[in-house]
Nanobody, 117 residues
Framework: QVQLVESGGGLVQAGDSLRLSCAASGRTFSSYTIGWFRQAPGKEREFIAH????????DIEDSVKGRFTISRDNAKNTVYLQMNSLKAEDTAVYYCARRIGSRYDSWGQGTQVTVSS
C-alpha cells in the first residue's frame, strides 16, 4: 500500500512560482506512474501531469504546458510539480495519486494553492 502526502501549497501573487511535493511511503513507490490533479471550487477535478516510474516519460496538460513541470526523486520517494508564472485560474486544491493501469488510486489529502491577481 502506498500513502501519498502533498505539500508546498500556499497563497502567492500572480506571476510567482511554487513547487509542490508529493511524498510517498512504501517500498514500491518507484515502480509507479504518479499523477498530479487539481480541483477548483465548483469544478471537476482535472488532470495536470504525470510522470512514469523512472522519470523518463512525462505528460503535461496543455493549459499548463510551458509553465508547469513534473519531476521525481525516487531516492526521496517524492514527485514534484514546479509551477511558474502562476495565474489566478491556477487556484485550486492540488492532489497527487498513483496510477494503476488506467486508473488512479491512493489519493493524497491535497494542498491548497491560491493565486491572487
Amino acid at each position: 500500500q502506498v500513502q501519498l502526502v502533498e505539500s508546498g501549497g500556499g497563497l502567492v501573487q500572480a506571476g510567482d512560482s511554487l513547487r509542490l511535493s508529493c511524498a510517498a511511503s512504501g517500498r514500491t513507490f518507484s515502480s509507479y506512474t504518479i499523477g498530479w490533479f487539481r480541483q477548483a471550487p465548483g469544478k471537476e477535478r482535472e488532470f495536470i501531469a504525470h510522470i512514469n516510474w523512472s522519470g523518463s516519460n512525462t505528460d503535461i496538460e496543455d493549459s499548463v504546458k510551458g509553465r508547469f513541470t513534473i519531476s521525481r526523486d525516487n531516492a526521496k520517494n517524492t514527485v514534484y510539480l514546479q509551477m511558474n508564472s502562476l495565474k489566478a485560474e491556477d487556484t485550486a486544491v492540488y492532489y497527487c495519486a498513483r496510477r494503476i493501469g488506467s486508473r488512479y488510486d491512493s489519493w493524497g489529502q491535497g494542498t491548497q494553492v491560491t493565486v491572487s491577481s
